[in-house]
Nanobody, 120 residues
Framework: QVHLVESGGGLVQPGDSLRLACTAS????????MGWYRQAPGKQRDLVAT???????NYADSVKGRFTISRDNAKNTEYLQMNSLKPEDAAVYYC??????????????WGQGTQVPVSS
């Protein structure tokens, strides 16, 4: 079983930057897709960004141009660089990973979440 652990969350002010990290228990090379989701109080859990093993990225419209997702296979770690943070970015951020099986189904994994409060 793959375990994902987030780190780097914390209180920031609007306009600040923050980098989140997600470290896997083993090599992430076999994880076809990794990403970040977030959930604000009273809201649904929404996709923030994804990155494939080959480096293809996808972003929610709300974070395009401000957030950057990356992965470092040597460190078994995924990152989310968040710039120009807004109050509406405040949420619990969850790391996500998906492994494509031989039958084209996916096995998915979630981290425990890390809080990112954004307040002036």
């Amino acid at each position: 079983q793959v375990h994902l652990v987030e780190s780097g969350g914390g209180l920031v002010q609007p306009g600040d930057s923050l980098r989140l990290a997600c470290t896997a228990s083993g090599s992430i090379f076999s994880i076809n897709v990794m990403g970040w989701y977030r959930q604000a109080p009273g809201k649904q859990r929404d996709l923030v960004a994804t990155i494939t093993r080959g480096g293809t990225t996808n972003y929610a419209d709300s974070v395009k141009g401000r957030f950057t997702i990356s992965r470092d296979n040597a460190k078994n770690t995924e990152y989310l660089q968040m710039n120009s943070l807004k109050p509406e970015d405040a949420a619990v951020y969850y790391c996500h990973g998906g492994i494509r099986n031989s039958d084209n189904s996916y096995t998915v994994f979630w981290g425990q979440g890390t809080q990112v409060p954004v307040s002036s």
